[in-house]
């Protein structure tokens, strides 16, 4: 089973006129559960070839809570539809949907072990479903005991230590932190798939957060000056090297440092 969930391939799927003028000619169909499809249409002039989750309004199989999530196909009513090239990630909702049907049906065994990673995912762009990122609780620094949450799954944190760090869920800091950022952090002992930064490497985390995500750039707990002081202060070889590839005009992501 890859990424989107897809199970055994069928050759049923109640394509119409109507469904292919709104989404273009259909070229693989698979259905994942009873009213649930995967289906991919091919490219040509300026439609380029798309993939979507096509459910029908009548399954068990699906929440009304997900289904209020789909968009209406002209012509199509009994149906509704999920691009998965959409900006918001709607479709890890029915990903995990999908999923968690046939967790309770005993259809695969395989869904159990992705059923967390997928809803990890849609806490990062869909929290008001599946909630947001919780804090981790036990840290190498200590127990939790006050915390702030500066964007959805990023905490400055105090613990029973008195000591002050900062954690960032997987999958938020995925492709965004560097890896020299990275080897700024330790990993969450209660196996949370964080990130935990220690004081001293904040700044440095927000720094290439506030580069990709606008709630960190405007979060009013951040003080823009004293920031990039910090990052100064504490990290000049890093400074160096951003402000080397900065000049030479090299365009490539934080990554590359």
């Known amino acids: 089973m890859d990424e989107y969930g897809r199970g055994a391939e069928r050759t049923d799927f109640p394509a119409s006129d109507a469904?292919?003028?709104a989404i273009g000619e259909v070229r693989d169909t698979e259905e994942e559960c009873p009213g649930v499809w995967y289906v991919s249409t091919y490219g040509g002039g300026?439609?380029?070839?798309?993939?979507?989750?096509v459910v029908e309004k009548d399954t068990d199989a699906i929440p009304a809570e997900a289904?209020?999530?789909g968009t209406a196909i002209p012509g199509c009513p009994e149906y509704l539809l999920y691009p998965m090239d959409a900006e918001r990630q709607v479709r890890k909702i029915i990903q995990y949907?999908?999923?968690?049907?046939?967790?309770?049906?005993?259809v695969s065994d395989e869904d159990r072990e992705s059923l967390r990673e997928t809803a990890l995912d849609g806490m990062e762009e869909c929290p008001e479903y599946f909630g947001a990122f919780p804090p981790p609780e036990t840290t190498p620094y200590g127990h939790l005991i006050r915390y702030k949450v500066l964007m959805n799954g990023v905490f400055w944190f105090q613990?029973?230590?008195?000591e002050t760090a900062m954690a960032v869920a997987y999958p938020v800091w995925d492709d965004v932190f560097s890896p020299y950022v990275v080897g700024?952090?330790?990993?969450?002992?209660d196996g949370f798939s964080c990130l935990l930064f220690p004081e001293n490497a904040v700044c440095l985390a927000v720094f290439e957060f506030g580069r990709t995500y606008r709630a960190m750039r405007e979060c009013p707990q951040i003080d823009a000056a004293a920031l990039m002081n910090a990052v100064y202060r504490n990290f000049p070889d890093y400074v160096l090297k951003f402000n080397l590839m900065e000049q030479s005009g090299d365009n490539r992501p934080l990554r590359w440092l």
Request: net charge positive.
């Open 19 to 21: 469904l292919e003028t």
């Open 159 to 162: 613990t029973d230590r008195l």
């Open 67 to 69: 289904k209020a999530y």
């Open 97 to 106: 949907e999908i999923r968690r049907y046939r967790m309770r049906e005993s």
């Open 184 to 189: 700024q952090a330790q990993g969450n002992a």
């Open 46 to 53: 300026e439609r380029r070839g798309m993939e979507f989750y």
